[in-house]
Structure formats: structure tokens, C-alpha cells
């Protein structure tokens, strides 16, 4: 049998993985094809979806616009027999709409146990939009 056989998570695995798991490593590709990765905090939805905010400006969303394809890192262990990582690779999509953003960066929060957006960060971002 392949040990890759043996070492696959299961997709309840994978679920419970990612839901546990604190930091993703997204690499997206720069304008020059080289890879660009960057740490970041997500949330996992039911459905396997993963979901994150950042600035519209930023180095990975700038690759994403141009290049949607981009993989994803989660990994664990301190030991090398405690390694686990999943690798996602897929093509991202950047979604603006300013109340779908506000939804995630709550989750994100509620995840991290860190204060959410303040509702002058919300009503700054809607009066963009809108």
C-alpha cells in the first residue's frame, strides 16, 4: 500500500482540520509567476469554502485579481511525527460586497475571540459601497 494512502485524512478529517486549525499560508502568484505567500486567519465553511478579508490594495489581492489561482497551507506537529498539513489548491474569488465582507470579518473574530469590526469601521465601509 502507498504510505500517501495510509497518511490521507478523511474528509471528516479535513473539516475538523481546518475548523481546529489557527493560521492558513496562502500563496497566490506575483505579476513575475513567482509564488507570494502570505499568513492569514480564515474561517471554514460548512461546505469546505474557506473565507478571509483583507485590503482591496493588498500584494495578494492585486495576484488574485490577475491570477485566481492560489493554494492554501494548513499544517501542525512540532515533531516529524506529529507533521500534518493540508494542502487546498483551487482559484480564489474576491468577493466586495460590503456586507458579505462584514459577515466574514465577524466569523473571523468569533473565531480568534478578538473584538469585532466597530460599528464605525462598518458604516465607513457601507458608505463606500454605497
Same mark, same amino acid.
Given at each position: 500500500?502507498?504510505?500517501?494512502?495510509?497518511?490521507?485524512?478523511t474528509?471528516?478529517?479535513?473539516?475538523?482540520?481546518?475548523?481546529?486549525? #489557527?493560521?492558513?499560508?496562502?500563496?497566490s502568484?506575483?505579476?513575475?509567476?513567482?509564488?507570494?505567500?502570505?499568513?492569514?486567519?480564515?474561517?471554514?465553511d460548512?461546505?469546505?469554502?474557506? @473565507?478571509?478579508?483583507?485590503?482591496?490594495?493588498?500584494?495578494?489581492?492585486?495576484? +488574485?485579481?490577475?491570477?485566481?489561482?492560489?493554494? +492554501?497551507?494548513?499544517?501542525?506537529?512540532r515533531?516529524?511525527?506529529?507533521?500534518?498539513?493540508?494542502?487546498?489548491?483551487?482559484?480564489?474569488? +474576491?468577493?466586495?460586497? @460590503?456586507e #458579505?465582507?462584514?459577515?466574514?470579518l465577524?466569523?473571523? #473574530?468569533?473565531?480568534?475571540?478578538?473584538?469585532?469590526?466597530?460599528?464605525g469601521?462598518?458604516?465607513a465601509?457601507?458608505?463606500?459601497?454605497?
Amino acid at each position: 500500500m502507498q504510505r500517501r494512502k495510509t497518511i490521507a485524512l478523511t474528509p471528516e478529517e479535513r473539516r475538523r482540520f481546518l475548523e481546529e486549525s #489557527h493560521t492558513i499560508i496562502l500563496t497566490s502568484n506575483d505579476r513575475r509567476g513567482y509564488p507570494h505567500s502570505v499568513a492569514m486567519w480564515y474561517v471554514a465553511d460548512r461546505d469546505g469554502t474557506i @473565507v478571509m478579508t483583507t485590503f482591496a490594495k493588498s500584494q495578494k489581492a492585486v495576484n +488574485l485579481r490577475r491570477d485566481p489561482r492560489c493554494a +492554501l497551507l494548513v499544517e501542525s506537529g512540532r515533531t516529524y511525527l506529529e507533521l500534518k498539513g493540508l494542502l487546498i489548491r483551487g482559484r480564489a474569488t +474576491l468577493d466586495d460586497d @460590503v456586507e #458579505h465582507v462584514l459577515d466574514v470579518l465577524e466569523r473571523v #473574530h468569533a473565531k480568534y475571540d478578538t473584538p469585532g469590526p466597530a460599528e464605525g469601521l462598518r458604516e465607513a465601509m457601507r458608505g463606500q459601497a454605497g
